[in-house]
């Protein structure tokens, strides 16, 4: 990985505008009824903390999409034989298929998913702007038919992870307003509920990347949030724990670039408390990291004529006011914050026979973090209060590998967590190769340092 320089500012989207009255929306007429899956306690967990270790065991082959999509993009044998014909031969392949995307009328529904599997499967695997530039035109326009044509599902998922690839690797700012539409009624009237997973992820992508304004992010997030609140109903998948999850963790990506959650922290921590009695451990872990995003947010830095108030003096005084600029608490995140914390702490020794005993980790790990948070908003994930050898707390302990060189980024907020969280979730395995060299992903979305160990 090329040297970079390793300090990066914070996304500038100034604030945002006060919430406007949150308006339910009606359960679309094609909805149906039965075709929900009912969320289960022994749902699997994400792979997340891997080790006993302070490190997060996060690398480049970590699988953090769903499962079955990742199946889905990958090429037999993994894409290898691409790689073994020569650095540039998949070039060539990408072009072919962007061609076999474009030209339709001689296609079939087959060939279609093909064309779009190994699309996906190349973009992710490599930095394509290049190939694509000048191209993404066209390439929307396709795969917005697949979207909302009436082929498979599974052409139907393609298209749309493949549009979430293309406004990645080649922003555009008109983008939003082209995908957002066709996307939106996806994810209402679609047979498929996997295509309105996929469509919420689409969805966000195309938010942060494709141009929305402050409001239209706003008008999405409320969006997502009368998803989860009406437990995936209002898209006519009534508990549906993918669904929800998937809306969840696509709120608070799109909340890390929202300078001031005040104005809407009240209704969302109505609706993610709600969801952490959720019967799936997926919904409940994704409820509870926005929960400690917003509690973060609710914390800024202080200005330089600001008096501390007492309590956070006393935070000043647990963290040895080492860890960064002094930090000063703005707004009260929750009402009934003994409600809440008795809740995180229930979750963070629950035990239960539906979950293994490596998910039960997992679970404790992470409310753990949330409740660390809870009660000292500044404090990040695996927050450590060990003294280091200058007597100063170690802090946030969770690093990530990026690449061969020893490099590892210090996830300290969680707002670094939820957007390389985000990241992760499309690019897969790919998320090295545009860490390395899309400077899009490496600007705002992990926007984080990197440390490179000496050998």
């Not at 994400?46 to 499962?67: F, H, M, V, Y």
């Not at 969302?268 to 917003?294: H, K, N, R």
């Not at 956070?312 to 608490?329: A, C, I, L």
Request: proline share 3%.
């Amino acid at each position: 990985m090329r040297e970079r320089d390793l300090r990066k500012q914070a996304l500038e989207s100034g604030k945002t505008v006060s919430r406007a009255a949150r308006s339910k929306l009606t359960t679309p007429s094609s909805s149906r009824a039965n075709s929900a899956t009912p969320s289960r306690v022994g749902s699997r967990l994400p792979s997340r903390n891997a080790s006993d270790d302070d490190e997060d065991g996060l690398s480049d082959t970590t699988q953090w999409s769903t499962a079955s999509i990742d199946e889905m993009i990958s090429p037999p044998g993994g894409g290898e034989e691409l790689e073994g014909e020569g650095t540039d031969a998949w070039v060539g392949v990408l072009e072919s298929q962007m061609e076999e995307i474009v030209e339709r009328k001689r296609s079939s529904a087959q060939g279609r998913e093909e064309a779009l599997r190994m699309f996906c499967a190349l973009v992710t695997r490599h930095y394509a702007a290049e190939q694509l530039k000048g191209r993404t035109g066209e390439l929307v326009a396709a795969m917005l038919k697949s979207v909302k044509g009436a082929g498979s599902g599974k052409e139907v998922v393609l298209a749309l992870k493949a549009l979430a690839l293309v406004v990645v690797t080649e922003p555009s700012d008109e983008v939003y307003d082209a995908l957002s539409g066709p996307v939106k009624t996806c994810i209402s009237d679609s047979a498929f509920p996997a295509a309105k997973v996929a469509g919420l992820r689409c969805l966000s992508v195309a938010t942060f990347y494709g141009g929305a304004t402050l409001e239209e992010t706003e008008g999405v997030m409320e969006f997502l949030l009368d998803v989860v609140s009406s437990d995936g109903a209002v898209v006519g998948e009534m508990d549906d724990s993918a669904i929800v999850t998937a809306a969840i963790e696509e709120w608070g990506f799109l909340a890390t670039q929202m300078e001031d959650l005040e104005e809407g922290t009240e209704t969302a921590m109505e609706t993610f408390v709600e969801q952490l009695e959720s019967a799936s451990a997926e919904v409940q872990i994704a409820a509870g990291d926005c929960i400690a995003l917003l509690y973060e947010k609710s914390y800024t830095d202080a200005e330089s004529d600001e008096e501390p108030a007492e309590e956070d003096e006393d935070e000043d005084q647990t963290n040895g006011h080492n860890h960064g600029p002094r930090m000063v608490k703005r707004y009260t995140v929750y009402r009934n914050l003994p409600q809440l914390l008795s809740t995180l702490t229930a979750l963070s020794k629950l035990s239960s026979k539906h979950l293994s005993k490596k998910d039960r980790k997992q679970l404790h790990i992470t409310f753990s973090d949330i409740l660390t948070t809870v009660e000292k908003p500044t404090r990040g994930p695996r927050y450590s209060t060990a003294l280091d050898e200058e007597g100063r707390e170690m802090g946030s302990r969770l690093k990530v590998a990026v690449g061969r060189g020893g490099g590892r980024m210090t996830i300290d907020k969680w707002w670094k967590l939820h957007r390389l969280h985000g990241l992760k979730r499309l690019l897969g395995e790919g998320f090295l190769v545009h860490y390395a060299g899309n400077q899009v992903v490496f600007d705002k979305v992990v926007e984080v340092e990197v440390e490179v160990e000496e050998s």
